[in-house]
T-cell receptor
Framework: GAVVSQHPSRVICKSGTSVKIECRSL??????MFWYRQFPKQSLMLMAT?????????EQGVEKDKFLINHASLTLSTLTVTSAHPEDSSFYIC????????????????FGPGTRLTVL | AQKVTQAQTEISVVEKEDVTLDCVYE???????LFWYKQPPSGELVFLIR??????QNEISGRYSWNFQKSTSSFNFTITASQVVDSAVYFC????????????FGKGTKLTVNP
């Protein structure tokens, strides 16, 4: 149980294009999903918290207009990197937690396999 | 503020050796949760264990064991008889109920098990 999938696993795009990454919880309903970014040999940096049916909460310094998050259902959240530039190249990882109520997450987060984005 | 410190950046051992990965946390909350995740070269974070602040019992799962000591704010992870497949980056993380409710990660410890 507790499987989270991410698609695509790897994407290469040209500068200026937009890229959408999907995160799905396969065997449980995720009230809350999280998006992280990880640079080489570094820890995970939380970008935003996404609650089903409501707007995402972004961390300080993360541009909400650049990283669009949609959590349309209890099993799907998407991250769209708009007008991507080389500095957006990174490893993006999502996680999903069942949670008791939106914004109150004490459940274990299960992580997707990640998406490696390369912007040329 | 919440903080997790993994002082060991990299550890290298020979197969069958035991190895302990250290984790020290900081929080003022009385209710919190500690986690260990494994990140193999493929990149996916694999959940290993979750422990809440009211349960100080040590846990053993196969070759893995965890030592939770509230007195020293530590949650150390030991792999017994290490194997090459244990090679990965291991992250310790903290989640507090009264704080930001966000998972705070340590910087990770890269474990290399050589044959």
């Amino acid at each position: 149980g507790a499987v989270v999938s991410q698609h695509p696993s790897r994407v290469i795009c040209k500068s200026g294009t937009s890229v959408k990454i999907e995160c799905r919880s396969l065997d449980f309903q995720a009230t809350t999903m999280f998006w992280y970014r990880q640079f080489p040999k570094q820890s995970l940096m939380l970008m935003a918290t996404s609650n089903e049916g409501s707007k995402a909460t972004y961390e300080q310094g993360v541009e909400k207009d650049k990283f669009l998050i949609n959590h349309a259902s209890l099993t799907l959240s998407t991250l769209t990197v708009t007008s991507a530039h080389p500095e957006d190249s990174s490893f993006y990882i999502c996680s999903a937690a069942e949670g008791g109520r939106p914004g109150w997450v004490t459940d274990t987060q299960y992580f997707g396999p990640g998406t490696r984005l390369t912007v040329l | 503020a919440q903080k997790v410190t993994q002082a060991q950046t990299e550890i290298s051992v020979v197969e069958k050796e035991d190895v302990t990965l250290d984790c020290v946390y900081e929080t003022r909350d009385t209710t919190y949760y500690l986690f260990w995740y494994k990140q193999p070269p493929s990149g996916e974070l694999v959940f290993l264990i979750r422990r809440n602040s009211f349960d100080e019992q040590n846990e053993i799962s196969g070759r893995y064991s965890w030592n939770f000591q509230k007195s020293t704010s530590s949650f150390n992870f030991t792999i017994t008889a290490s194997q090459v497949v244990d090679s990965a980056v291991y992250f310790c993380a903290l989640l507090t109920q009264g704080g930001s409710e966000k998972l705070v990660f340590g910087k990770g410890t890269k474990l290399t098990v050589n044959p």
